[in-house]
């Protein structure tokens, strides 16, 4: 299964939540702001939404800016 | 009298607004913040590298400052209310600077498109900090939008040359009911100073700061300078002149 992550195509060898994934990539998910298929996800919908074949994801922080 | 400057219900006792790129360590960024005594921080967003490290900003920046996400990076109005939308769906309260940029050498803002995505975000009870190129014109147009205050640059951002366009700011703080907060160009304490002395409301600094020697210090001279060019103001200068006038009595001795 292919999803988008951050403009880039990942191949997701079995079924995963958000929270999953971000666990998988070792991301601290404290800071993150997430973006599902264009919609901006609350925390507490991360752990029940399973990705499935052409999800879009951003993955978003904070980092420094002027 | 205290002197305090409200933005957004929010009131503010130092001027001094402090950007938080360019930093050599971001360790450093607490000790700057406590320097410049700053209440109002600017932070943009960014999608996370996957395969790298994974920066946090916020965890170097006091809770009790205001939180000031940017929306750089967008190019449209419609990406700078995407960007806005995101900053507070991650809780970072209510305040957003508009940052549109087309002009990759310059970095000059796209005040048309700044003043759309201003409408849309005031309509939406954003705290509007637009970023624009300082013209009466276009301010007016954000104090019609809503936006909670104005911030002309001095000069291109990053380029620490200072009021480059300072006489299109005077005419802003003598026309515009808003706080003028100069952003960009700011290069030296001097210049803050200039800014402050002349009645802008407050100056926003990043790259002075961040790529000074000693960043830490340069806050501290950075906000003796905001305080010293805010209290000039409002003590009034006297008056130029072209000759001389003797500060010591001219009669009463000698001759």
């Known amino acids: 299964m292919q999803i988008k992550v951050n403009g880039q195509l990942v191949e997701l060898a079995e079924m995963l939540t958000i929270t999953d994934f971000i666990k998988s990539k070792n991301l601290k998910p404290d800071s993150l702001v997430i973006q599902y298929n264009y919609k901006i996800l609350k925390r507490e919908e991360w752990s029940n939404t399973i990705l499935k074949e052409n999800d879009e994801l951003e993955i978003l922080n904070f980092v420094g800016g002027g | 009298m205290r002197d305090v400057l409200t933005i957004g219900g929010k009131e503010l006792t130092n001027r001094l607004f402090l950007g938080t790129g360019k930093f050599p360590a971001k360790s450093i960024i607490p000790k ?41 990076g967008a190019r449209t109005a419609e990406e700078a209310v995407r960007i806005a939308h995101i900053a507070r ?60 205050a104005v911030m002309p640059l001095g000069a291109p951002i990053g380029s620490n040359r200072g009021l480059k366009t300072k006489e299109l700011i005077r005419i802003l703080i003598d026309e515009i009911d808003l706080p003028i907060i100069v952003d960009a160009g700011i290069g030296k304490p001097s210049q803050a100073a200039e800014a402050m002395e002349m009645g802008a409301d407050a100056v926003l600094v990043n790259t002075a700061i961040a790529t000074a ?3 830490i210090k340069m806050a501290a001279a950075f906000n003796f300078a905001v305080k010293a060019g805010r209290l000039a103001y409002l003590a009034g200068p006297g008056a130029e002149k072209i000759h001389g006038e003797a500060s010591s009595p001219l009669t009463g001795f000698l001759r």
């Open chain 2, 213 to 215: 020697d000693d960043p």
């Open chain 2, 32 to 72: 700057v913040i406590k320097n410049s005594e700053t209440q109002v921080v600017t932070v943009a967003i960014r999608r996370v590298d996957l395969n790298g490290e994974q920066e946090n900003i916020l965890n170097y920046i006091d809770k009790d400052c205001i939180l000031m996400p940017n929306t750089s």
């Open chain 2, 89 to 148: 769906a991650a809780g970072c309260g209510n305040w957003i600077k508009i940052e549109v940029i087309n002009d990759n050498k310059y970095l000059l803002p796209d005040n048309y498109e700044t003043i759309k995505a201003t409408e849309i975000l005031a309509k939406e009870d954003f705290v509007v900090l637009p970023y624009v190129s300082p013209d009466l014109m276009v301010a007016k147009a954000l104090v019609n939008a809503g936006a909670a």
